[in-house]
């Protein structure tokens, strides 16, 4: 048996997005050894539900935010003797560590993200974590603050590339299927994707939006497009107007997973600035429709893109960002070589079927 803990599947985020797709690929796991699966998810509304990655279906209960009783029924799964406990974030750690000393035989997976671990976790979940049987991590930054800031032993941590959602590897493979968006600013466009919140500004927004401000003269017809909601956006807005380029800087906060991909189809450069990023799936994302992107040599993104080779790591402040736009904005043919080959990387090394490979061999290599 398998049993899959989650802090959430259902709403928007790369966490959400990692533990669909990490229930999916356990799903297939546990079918091929004709094993049951059962996945909580701790924040989801109560009940039974069904998930997707693509065409791929999985079923899993929601405990709407009541802590209590979701870990009173991983306890009791762990009755029925698993044989893998797959916690999908450190703070579920602890849950999955009780469920062992109740069901010895079971074998513990934690999965790490990024930003949560760049700190030490409080002492009980951080010990909880060290006990996990193997820790995974999107990338090579994530397994190193594992080790040196969590103490998590190197010989228990694995690199676990999150792969590209296949729903979006659809729509990049039938691009000339999708709509021109909507109020698609005509000229050149630079566009970013994130959660605008004050507690995120790490995510470089405001960067982007002075960087536009020193190329308006240069770059008559440039645009910078924000895709994303969050509390951060009335400030954002505010700077926009006060540095006087608001008719350039274009806000979309609601929209489908459709309408984002005809806007990484459209757009000319993708950039998002960030020092933040434990992984970088929007990274992935517009490297799937061929855009050249630009992010910080920081956290999980050297992992997604080499500097030169797919896009453009730079330092995270305006110079930086005004020179690498200007780069590409004046190169069209690096621009088209640098998307040709990003997008060859992502169909080479980040689909959905290397990701259920790599977590396959990391469960019967711990079984």
């Not at 669909?20 to 796991?29: D, I, K, N």
């Not at 730079?314 to 020179?323: K, R």
Request: aromatic share 8%; net charge positive; glycine share 8%.
């Amino acid at each position: 048996m398998i049993i899959g803990l989650f802090t959430g599947l259902a709403s928007v985020g790369g966490v959400q997005l990692a533990g669909r797709e990490t229930a999916v690929a356990l799903g297939s796991v546990a079918r091929d050894r004709e094993w049951p699966c059962v996945f909580l998810s701790l924040n989801d509304a109560r009940g039974e539900h069904e998930g997707c990655v693509g065409d791929m279906k999985f079923r899993y209960i929601g405990f709407a935010h009541a802590k209590t009783r979701f870990a009173l029924r991983a306890v009791q799964l762990a009755g029925r003797n698993p044989k893998v406990i797959f916690a999908g974030h450190p703070n579920l750690a602890p849950i999955a560590a009780t469920m062992k000393t109740v069901s010895k035989s079971a074998h513990t997976i934690v999965g790490a993200h990024g930003v949560e671990v760049w700190r030490p976790l409080p002492v009980v979940r951080r010990r909880m974590l060290r006990r996990a049987d193997i820790v995974v991590a999107p990338s090579a930054d994530t397994v190193y603050r594992l080790e040196a800031v969590q103490g998590v032993p190197a010989r228990n941590i694995r690199c676990l590339p999150w792969p590209l959602d296949p729903e979006f590897a659809g729509f990049a493979r039938n691009v000339n299927q999708l709509p021109r968006p909507d109020k698609f600013p005509e000229g050149r466009v630079v566009l970013s994707v994130g959660r605008w919140d004050a507690s995120e500004r790490y995510k470089g927004a405001d960067l982007l939006i002075r960087s536009l401000a020193e190329l308006s003269r240069e770059f008559q017809e440039l645009h910078l497009v924000l895709m994303g909601s969050g509390n951060d956006l009335p400030q954002l807005q505010q700077l926009a107007q006060t540095i006087r380029v608001a008719e350039r800087v274009h806000f979309f906060t609601e929209f489908s997973r459709k309408d984002l991909a005809a806007w990484y189809a459209a757009a000319d450069i993708f950039a998002l600035p960030s020092t933040g990023e434990g992984f970088g799936l929007v990274f992935l994302e517009a490297m799937a429709f061929g855009k050249p992107v630009i992010g910080t040599n920081v956290g999980g993104i050297p992992d997604v893109v080499e500097d030169g080779q797919e896009g453009l790591l730079i330092e995270p402040n305006v110079p930086a960002v005004s020179c690498a736009l200007r780069k590409l904005l004046c190169d069209r043919a690096f621009c088209d070589t640098l998307g040709a080959r990003a997008k060859q990387r992502v169909e080479r090394e980040f689909t959905f079927d290397k990701f259920q490979q790599r977590l396959r061999e990391v469960i019967e290599s711990t079984v």
